[in-house]
C-alpha cells in the first residue's frame, strides 16, 4: 500500500486473510489466532476504503468489528482489546459517513468515544490514549458539523481542543502534537462560524494560524506545515471578505496564494493544492475587484484560468476544473469590464461561455449549467453592445434569453428565475433601441417591464423590486411618444422609498429629473 500498488496489496491481504481463517478454524481458542484474524479483515477495509468500494470495505470492517466484541466480551478487563476495539468502531463509523449513514456513523464513533473515554479514566496520564480519545471527539465533532448540529459540533471539538492542550502542555516542542491541537481549532472555529458567531470563529481561526505559524518557523522545509498555514489562512480570508473587511481579506488570500505557488513550484504534480490555488486566485480576484482594483483583480483571474489549464491538461474532463476555469474567466471578464476593457471583458466571457456550453450539452437537464450558460451569453452581449456590434450582441442575447426563459419555466412561481430573464430581455431590447428598430424592441422591453411588475406584486415593499420595476418603467417610456405617465409612476415608486428613507444612492437624481420632465422643463 505504502508503495501505491493497491492491487498487489489487495492480492497479499487476500491471502494473509485465507490463511488466517484457516487457521483460526483449526485454532478456534487461540485468543491471538483471532485477533490476527481481525487485523486481516481491518487491513482487507482500510485498501477497499481506499480504492472507494464501500460496500466491501463496511463488510470487511464488520467481520473485524464482530471478532473483537467477542474477544472483549471474554476478557472486558484487556485495555489492549478495548483500544482495538474502539480502533474498529471508529472504522466502520468513517465508512457509514462515506455512505451518507450519519446516524450508523455516529452511533459507531460515539461507541468507540466511549470505550476510550474508559481507558482514558484509567489512566490519564497514558497520552497514546488520551490522543486516541481527541480523535474520537475529533471524528463527533465532524458529524455533527457535517449536519449542522452545531451546539454539538462545538462541545466535541472543545473537548478534543482540551485533551490536546494537555496532550501539547507535556511536550511543547512536539510539533506533530501541535499541529493535532491546531487542527482541532481550525475545526471549532467552523463550527463556532457556523453557530453563527463569525468574531469567535475569526479569533479562532487565528490562533490556529500562530500555532501553525510557529510549526512553520520550527521545521521550514516541512511542506505540510506550509499546507496548514493556507488552510488558517484562507479561512481567514473567507471570514475578513464576508466580515466587510476587505484588506485584511486581501491579505490573508495573498499571503495563501503565494504559499500555494511556492508549494506547487516545489512539487508541479500536486493537483490538490494546485486546485486549492486556483480556488483562492478567483477569491482573491474577487476581493480585489470589490476593492476597486480592477487591475489586480484581472492578474489574480489570469492566475487561476493558468491553474486550471494546469490542472485539465492532467484531467480534461474532470468537472471540478472545467467550472474552475469558468469561474475564473468569469472574474476575467468582470474586471476587464469594470477598467472599460470591453474587448478584454469579451475574451474573458467567451472563455467562459465556451465552457458552459460544454458544460450544458453534456447535461440539458442540469439547471446550474444552464444558468452558467445564460450569464456567459449575458455577458458577452453585454460586450459586444458596449463594442456597437449590435447584430453579434443580440445573437447572444437571444440566447441567454432563450435559456433563463427555460430555467425560469421550471419553476414558475420562483422570483430570481423572472427577474434575471427580465434583466436579459432589457439587454436584449437594447441592441434593437440603439439602431432605431423601435417596433422591434419595445415588445420586448413591455414583456420586461409586465415580469417586474409580477416581481413586485409576489414580494411588496422589497426595495430593489422597486427599483428595478422604476427602471422598467423609465426604459419602456423611451418607446412611447408621450412618456410622461411612466415617467410619473417610476416617480411615485422612488419618492415612496425617499419617504422610507429607504431609497438607494444615486436615485436622487433620478427624482430631480423627473420632477423636471413633468414640470416642463
Known amino acids: 500500500v505504502a508503495m501505491g500498488d493497491r492491487a498487489a ?9 485465507d490463511i488466517s481463517k484457516k487457521l483460526a478454524d483449526t485454532y478456534p481458542d487461540d485468543m491471538e489466532i483471532r485477533r490476527n484474524l481481525s487485523v486481516s479483515y481491518e487491513r482487507l477495509g482500510d485498501t477497499m476504503q481506499a480504492e472507494g468500494d464501500l460496500d466491501a470495505a463496511l463488510a470487511a470492517f464488520l467481520e473485524a468489528q464482530k471478532i473483537r466484541d467477542e474477544l472483549l466480551a471474554l476478557d472486558p478487563g484487556n485495555t489492549g482489546r478495548k483500544r482495538d476495539t474502539a480502533l474498529i468502531y471508529e472504522r466502520v463509523g468513517e465508512v457509514y459517513n462515506r455512505m451518507g449513514d450519519a446516524g450508523s456513523a455516529l452511533m459507531n464513533q460515539e461507541a468507540a468515544r466511549g470505550m476510550r473515554a474508559e481507558l482514558v479514566a484509567l489512566d490519564p496520564a497514558n497520552m497514546l490514549w488520551a490522543r486516541d480519545l481527541s480523535v474520537s471527539h475529533e471524528k463527533v465533532g465532524m458529524i ?114 503565494r504559499l500555494l505557488q511556492a508549494i506547487v513550484a516545489g512539487d508541479p504534480g500536486d493537483r490538490p493544492s494546485r486546485y486549492d490555488l486556483m ?83 453534456e447535461d440539458p437537464y442540469d439547471t446550474s449549467a444552464a444558468w452558467d450558460y445564460a450569464l456567459a451569453m449575458l455577458r458577452t452581449g453585454e460586450q459586444k453592445l458596449a463594442l456597437k456590434d449590435y447584430p453579434a450582441a443580440r445573437a447572444d442575447l437571444e440566447i441567454a434569453v432563450s435559456m433563463r426563459r427555460w430555467l425560469a419555466d421550471q419553476d414558475a412561481q420562483a422570483l430570481q428565475p423572472r427577474r434575471e430573464l427580465g434583466w436579459a430581455l432589457q439587454k436584449l431590447a437594447d441592441s434593437h433601441y440603439f439602431v432605431a428598430e423601435y417596433d422591434a424592441g419595445r415588445p420586448i422591453e413591455e414583456e420586461a417591464l409586465a415580469i417586474f411588475r409580477w416581481v413586485d406584486a409576489q414580494e411588496p415593499g422589497q426595495v430593489w423590486n422597486i427599483v428595478d420595476l422604476a427602471t422598467a418603467l423609465d426604459r419602456t417610456a423611451s418607446y412611447h411618444s408621450d412618456p410622461m405617465p411612466y415617467f410619473r409612476e417610476s416617480l411615485a415608486l422612488l419618492e415612496g422609498l425617499q419617504a422610507q428613507g429607504t431609497l438607494p444612492d444615486g436615485y436622487q437624481s433620478w427624482i430631480d429629473n423627473y420632477r423636471a420632465r413633468l414640470d416642463g422643463n
Not at 481549532?185 to 468574531?199: F, L, N, R, S, V
Not at 476555469?325 to 471583458?345: M, Q
Open 144 to 257: 455533527y458539523q457535517q449536519e449542522r448540529e452545531f451546539s454539538g459540533a462545538l462541545e466535541a471539538f472543545a473537548a478534543c481542543r482540551d485533551l490536546r492542550l494537555a496532550i501539547a502542555a507535556v511536550d511543547p516542542g512536539n510539533l506533530s502534537s501541535q499541529r493535532d491541537l491546531a487542527i482541532c481549532i481550525h475545526k471549532w472555529a467552523q463550527a463556532t462560524e457556523g453557530a453563527g458567531d463569525p468574531q469567535g470563529a475569526l479569533a479562532a481561526h487565528e490562533t490556529a494560524l500562530g500555532i501553525r505559524r510557529s510549526n512553520a518557523a520550527a521545521d521550514p522545509e516541512a511542506r505540510i506545515y506550509q499546507l496548514d498555514l493556507t488552510f488558517s489562512l484562507s479561512a481567514i480570508g473567507k471570514l475578513e471578505w464576508t466580515g466587510g473587511d476587505l484588506d485584511a481579506a486581501a491579505a490573508a488570500y495573498d499571503e495563501t496564494v
Open 9 to 17: 496489496a489487495r492480492d497479499a491481504f487476500d491471502v494473509s486473510l
Open 279 to 361: 480556488l483562492y486566485a478567483t477569491d482573491m480576484a474577487d476581493v480585489q475587484l470589490q476593492r476597486g482594483d480592477a487591475s489586480a483583480s484581472a492578474s489574480y483571474a489570469l492566475l487561476s484560468m493558468q491553474e486550471a489549464d494546469a490542472l485539465l491538461a492532467i484531467d480534461p474532463k474532470l468537472w471540478d476544473y472545467r467550472h474552475g476555469k469558468l469561474v475564473a474567466a468569469n472574474r476575467l471578464g468582470d474586471a476587464k469590464a469594470r477598467a472599460e476593457d470591453a474587448a478584454g471583458a469579451l475574451e474573458g466571457y467567451a472563455a467562459m461561455a465556451g465552457i458552459a456550453y460544454q458544460l450544458a450539452a
